[in-house]
């Protein structure tokens, strides 16, 4: 059975950094993109980021670009998200998702979610 | 960035019903859409991938079509569980984009 399970949400300031995890487990972690979506309070879902298998490759919104660091750990099947100089707007329930294939952009969507974690950016 | 449109952004029905949801894409995205449910306070679920793909477990009631600019997410008879916001994404090019959701709710 397929797990996502994030931890590492919480209150952090504006301008402080926090890193959040997801721990996989069910499936060939190795083999696929993994990406993080979020949804601010009573809003839509945002994506935020992927990285491919081998951790060589990343993408990330606009809106993050240059403050949030995806990356994973292969041997432990986790993947992280460090936030750095996070913002107000960054408040949001972070969820990790996984590609359904190699790749996301060999289509296929994400067929498995996490439960969300939520960081709340606030002094 | 490709924007996703849909429409409506919110309707009632009744159980029993036909329900058509739109999302339509700012450029060509050739099948690279998903839809996905989600509950207050839950997770979003898979529905359909590659713009017809039922996700395995999904009821059949559910169904996705469409490629290029126009998708359509129906649910043939719209049942008490089905009452959700639903969201499109895309696939084809990064930022993998949503659209706005769609409200379903209860006549």
């Known amino acids: 059975e397929v797990q996502l399970l994030e931890s590492g949400g919480g209150l952090v300031q504006p301008g402080g950094s926090l890193r959040l995890s997801c721990a996989a487990s069910?499936?060939?972690?190795?083999?696929?993109?993994m990406s993080w979506v979020r949804q601010a309070p009573g809003k839509g879902l945002e994506w935020v980021s992927v990285?491919?298998?081998?951790?060589?490759?990343?993408f990330y919104a606009d809106s993050v670009e240059g403050r949030f660091t995806i990356s994973r750990d292969n041997s432990k099947s986790t993947l992280y998200m460090q936030m750095d100089s996070p913002r107000a707007e960054d408040t949001a329930v972070y969820y990790c998702?996984?590609?359904?294939?190699?790749?996301?952009?060999?289509?296929?969507?994400?067929?498995?979610w996490g439960q969300g974690t939520l960081v709340t950016v606030s002094s | 960035a490709i924007q996703l449109t849909q429409s409506p952004s919110s309707l009632s029905a009744s159980v029993g019903d036909r329900v058509t949801i739109t999302c339509r894409a700012s450029?060509?995205?050739?099948?690279?859409l998903a839809w996905y449910q989600q509950k207050a306070g839950n997770a979003p679920k898979p529905l359909i991938y590659?713009?017809?793909s039922l996700e395995s477990g999904v009821p059949s009631r559910f169904s996705g079509s469409g490629s290029g600019t126009d998708f359509t997410l129906t649910i043939s008879s719209l049942q008490p569980e089905d009452f959700a916001t639903y969201y499109c994404?895309?696939?084809?090019?990064?930022?993998?984009?949503f659209g706005p959701g769609t409200k379903v709710d209860i006549k």
């Open positions: 998702a996984k590609c359904r294939r190699t790749s996301c952009q060999m289509g296929g969507g994400f067929d498995f």
């Open positions: 069910g499936f060939a972690f190795a083999t696929h993109a």
């Open positions: 990285i491919n298998g081998a951790a060589d490759t990343t």
């Open positions: 450029q060509g995205i050739s099948s690279a």
């Open positions: 590659d713009a017809s």
């Open positions: 994404q895309q696939f084809n090019s990064y930022p993998f984009t």
